[in-house]
T-cell receptor, first 113, second 113 residues
Framework: GENVEQHPSTLSVQEGDSAVIKCTYS??????FPWYKQELGKRPQLIID???NVGEKKDQRIAVTLNKTAKHFSLHITETQPEDSAVYFC????????????WGAGTKLIIKP | EAQVTQNPRYLITVTGKKLTVTCSQN?????MSWYRQDPGLGLRQIYY???????DKGDVPEGYKVSRKEKRNFPLILESPSPNQTSLYFC????????????FGPGTRLTVT
C-alpha cells in the first residue's frame, strides 16, 4: 500500500525567509497531493493541493511542486510570517478510486522573529 | 454556516465504559471519515463512509465502530475503551472521495484511564 514520508519533522526559519517541506510517496499510481495546516489547538485545514497532471501550483506565498518520476512533492512558503507557525501535513491518494488519503507524520514549522 | 461539529469536545472516561462521539455536517457531503491524531504519528484514518449505509475500515479500525444511517451524521463508537485509545479524534467530511478538500471538525480529546 501507499506510504508517505515527510521531512523534516521540525523546521525553524527566520521570519522573512523561505521554508520547504518535502514528502515522498511509494505508490506511483497516486495522483492527488494535498497539504494541510494545523495551528496549535485547531483543526487541520487545506492550504493547497495538486493533481498529477501539473508540476507546480501557486497561491500567493505558498507553492507546491510535484516530481512524479522521483515520487516526491514539496511545499514552499516564501516570506514567512509569524502566522505561518503551525504543523503542516502532506497526504497522497488516488482520486479515481476509493483509496484513502495516506498522511505524512507532519512538520512543525517555527518562525523565529 | 457550513461546518462539521463534534461532541463532546473533551471526555475523560474509564476502561470498558462504552462511549459515543457524535459528528454532524451541514454541507450535504457524501463522504465522511474519522481520524485519530497522536504525537509523531500524524493523522490515521479509523473508518470512512462513502455514503449512507456504506462504511469501510481505515488504517486503525480495531476497537472502534461507526454507523451512517443519515447523510449528515457519522458517530464513532467505542464499545469497550482502553487506555491506548487515548487520543485526539477528528471527524471530517468532503463532497466526494479522498481527493477532495476534507473539512475537519474541531476535534475530541479523549482520555481513557
Amino acid at each position: 500500500g501507499e506510504n508517505v514520508e515527510q521531512h523534516p519533522s521540525t523546521l525553524s526559519v527566520q521570519e522573512g525567509d523561505s521554508a520547504v517541506i518535502k514528502c515522498t510517496y511509494s505508490d506511483s499510481a497516486s495522483n492527488y497531493f494535498p497539504w494541510y495546516k494545523q495551528e496549535l489547538g485547531k483543526r487541520p485545514q487545506l492550504i493547497i493541493d495538486i493533481r498529477s497532471n501539473v508540476g507546480e501550483k501557486k497561491d500567493q506565498r505558498i507553492a507546491v511542486t510535484l516530481n512524479k518520476t522521483a515520487k516526491h512533492f514539496s511545499l514552499h512558503i516564501t516570506e514567512t510570517q509569524p502566522e505561518d507557525s503551525a504543523v503542516y501535513f502532506c497526504a497522497a491518494s488516488r482520486w479515481d478510486s476509493n483509496y484513502q488519503l495516506i498522511w505524512g507524520a507532519g512538520t512543525k514549522l517555527i518562525i523565529k522573529p | 454556516e457550513a461546518q462539521v461539529t463534534q461532541n463532546p469536545r473533551y471526555l475523560i472516561t474509564v476502561t470498558g465504559k462504552k462511549l459515543t462521539v457524535t459528528c454532524s455536517q451541514n454541507m450535504n457531503h457524501e463522504y465522511m471519515s474519522w481520524y485519530r491524531q497522536d504525537p509523531g504519528l500524524g493523522l490515521r484514518q479509523i473508518y470512512y463512509s462513502m455514503n449512507v449505509e456504506v462504511t469501510d475500515k481505515g488504517d486503525v479500525p480495531e476497537g472502534y465502530k461507526v454507523s451512517r444511517k443519515e447523510k449528515r451524521n457519522f458517530p464513532l463508537i467505542l464499545e469497550s475503551p482502553s487506555p491506548n485509545q487515548t487520543s485526539l479524534y477528528f471527524c471530517a467530511s468532503s463532497t466526494g472521495a479522498q481527493a477532495y478538500e476534507q473539512y475537519f471538525g474541531p476535534g475530541t480529546r479523549l482520555t481513557v484511564t
